[in-house]
């Protein structure tokens, strides 16, 4: 026998017996945030990324790790710009035109949470092309792709 599963107290959220997510009410009212703050980041597969490398296509890679780390490896093309440091969003401006160009992040692998940091304040300045790389460096090493450093 299937019953649904109230998951907040009085918020009207339900898990179905098929499985489907049912969220209550959003909004000023209702206690809870607005759907625009539930940003979900957009991402890009390795092959996504480098048909767009090899196409040409104007973007910035960018590691988000720490510069030792990009030093040791990173995917050729890419710039370090580490989302731990306070001038991240400086680094950020200082190398694209304009808060509209493509932005890809990517960190280690897909345990690595430091280009969902990044992505997030990146959105919140204001820019509109923000993706993270599915599975970081560690997906791009596993396809087979070039990487560079020591």
């Known amino acids: 026998m299937c019953r649904e599963l109230r998951l907040g107290p009085g918020d009207g959220s339900v898990l179905d017996c098929s499985g489907v997510l ?3 009410p959003l909004g000023e009212n209702s206690g809870h945030p607005e759907p625009a703050s539930l940003k ?3 991402t890009l597969s390795v092959e996504q990324l480098r048909e767009r490398l090899l196409r040409g296509d104007e973007l910035l890679l960018v590691n988000v790790l720490p510069k030792k ?20 969003l400086e680094g950020i ?3 694209v035109h304009g808060e509209e160009c493509c932005v890809v992040l990517y960190c280690n692998s897909a345990g690595c949470n430091a280009s969902s ?3 997030e304040k990146l959105q919140q300045a204001g820019y509109t092309s923000v993706f993270e790389l599915e599975g970081g460096l560690a997906a791009w090493r596993a396809a087979g792709y070039p990487l560079t450093g020591a």
């Open 69 to 88: 780390s990009f030093d040791k490896l990173h995917i050729r093309g890419s710039v370090s710009v580490s989302q731990y440091d306070e001038d991240f």
């Open 40 to 42: 979900i980041m957009d």
């Open 22 to 24: 049912r969220l209550g």
């Open 117 to 119: 940091k990044a992505a």
């Open 93 to 95: 401006a200082e190398r």
